[in-house]
């Protein structure tokens, strides 16, 4: 049983871990949830649904460089060490967010500026694409016996404080600001508000501890991981079709939310900011729940029912919004759509770092939720805006989101309780050969 001081120094490496995850999903929410008024300073056009898809294309682009970065970083922190690693993303990642902030628009640079903006998204893609594994990876190796769920469920808990803290910000700015001034020069305000707090960071970051588990085992050349993840093919499909329902999921009912409720729904802009922070604060609730609910019943049930639900529910949900748009409804569906997403991802992650080779463990967990993130998560908003711009349905997005539900159910499916520790709680239990303990 851990002492009150173990118990606290375990608190503090949580916090500083997931600092860093903080800010990439601050940025990412940023940029969702200004998407119009980048849209014109960046990218302008006669068409306002040609320069909005070319806002959320430049939003999905972060996510192709993902697998790149989950490759080369992983393989990085698998034999540099997680500390290392951590502190190398976060410097990449505040180089990207810096170039957003500060790029004079298409009107005072032509095309450099869309340049511009596309290569510091390339740039945070890369630093993310090992991000959220490196941080996964490291809260299991430092998690307390039969806690390990509730532990790695803090690295998505931390994102949800970057959905509020930017919903918070967004609607400050659209209480004080007008339309005009918003997209003049107001969305910028979140942005160098990032940057003020990256030092910060970098001072929490920087007194992280290497964890015991990694330093007791030897560790393969860069090489050989990349020779290990070629073996493991299939573990790696298994786990992007997994975390395809948690990209697909998080990022509807959160980047794309503002944008979907303004342009789509056509309710006001603070309406729709006020339930995307609702939506980060019930997410920040469901997400330890689940976790630790995982550890004591196992990863697979919860995994199998927040699917099926999803399956059953996404697309009923969608049609009842649009058939009669309002704050009220729009509150309700994306509570329900947060209360599926919280409950999966709960146990999602931590299934994800216990189905991987220990030796490749960031690696594998990293491409395999990068490829998810660069497939289908990443470009959710644009996918969303074309279906329903194709079908002229506005319900289309559900039909995205059970797509998204069936991938994690087939998944739970193939990943066989002899590949993963995560078939029944992990108390007392060992490893099956080639999987994490």
């Not at 007008?178 to 969305?187: F, Q, S, V, Y």
């Not at 997410?283 to 999803?310: C, K, M």
Request: hydrophobic content about 50%; some cysteine.
């Amino acid at each position: 049983m851990p002492t009150q001081a173990e118990r606290k120094a375990k608190l503090g490496a949580v916090v500083r871990v997931a600092s860093g995850n903080f800010l990439e999903m601050y940025d990412f929410m940023v940029f969702g949830y200004y998407a119009g008024a980048i849209a014109k300073t960046f990218f302008p056009s006669n068409s306002e649904f040609a320069s909005l898809m070319l806002s959320l294309m430049t939003f999905g682009a972060g996510f192709l460089m993902r697998p790149i970065g989950a490759l080369v970083l992983g393989a990085y922190i698998d034999h540099h060490g997680r500390r290392a690693g951590l502190l190398l993303t976060l410097g990449l990642m505040s180089i990207g967010t810096l170039s957003l902030a500060v790029t004079p628009g298409y009107a005072t640079l032509g095309m450099l500026a869309p340049l511009l903006i596309v290569s510091g998204r390339l740039l945070q893609g890369f630093s993310a694409g090992v991000e959220l594994g490196g941080v996964s990876v490291y809260l299991s190796e430092i998690a307390t016996p039969g806690n390990k769920g509730f532990y790695v469920a803090w690295q998505s808990g931390s994102q949800q404080i970057a959905v509020m803290v930017a919903a918070l910000i967004g609607v400050a700015l659209s209480s004080n600001l007008g339309p005009d001034e918003m997209a003049l020069w107001g969305w910028r305000v979140p942005l160098v508000i990032g940057c003020l707090i990256i030092p910060f960071l970098f001072v929490l970051r920087r007194s992280l501890e290497e964890t015991e588990e990694f330093l007791a085992r030897k560790h393969p050349a860069p090489s050989a991981i990349l020779k290990s993840m070629a073996v493991n093919w299939k573990i790696v499909l298994i786990g992007t079709m997994m975390v395809t329902m948690t990209t697909v999921s998080f990022y509807f009912i959160t980047a794309y939310t503002p944008t979907f409720g303004s342009t789509v729904l056509h309710l006001a802009t603070i309406d729709s900011l006020i339930v995307t922070l609702c939506v980060g604060a019930t997410n920040l609730f469901w997400l330890p729940v689940a976790g630790a609910l995982s550890d004591r019943v196992g990863r697979r049930p919860l995994l199998f029912a927040t699917t099926i639900l999803a399956l059953l529910t996404a697309y009923p949900a969608m049609s009842w919004l649009v058939g009669a748009p309002s704050f009220g409804r729009l509150l309700t569906v994306e509570l329900w759509l947060s209360f599926l997403y919280g409950s999966y991802n709960g146990a999602m992650v931590v299934f994800l770092t216990e189905i991987m080779p220990v030796e490749v463990r960031t690696a594998g967990f990293s491409l395999s939720y990068s490829l998810a993130a660069a497939i289908f998560g990443g470009f959710t908003p644009a996918i969303s805006t074309a279906l329903i711009h194709m079908s002229d349905n506005r319900a289309m997005p559900g039909l995205w989101l059970s797509f998204a539900a069936l991938c994690g159910l087939v998944a739970t499916v193939l990943a066989r309780p002899q590949q993963a520790t995560a078939a029944m709680p992990d108390v007392g239990r060992r490893a099956a050969p080639g999987v994490a303990e």
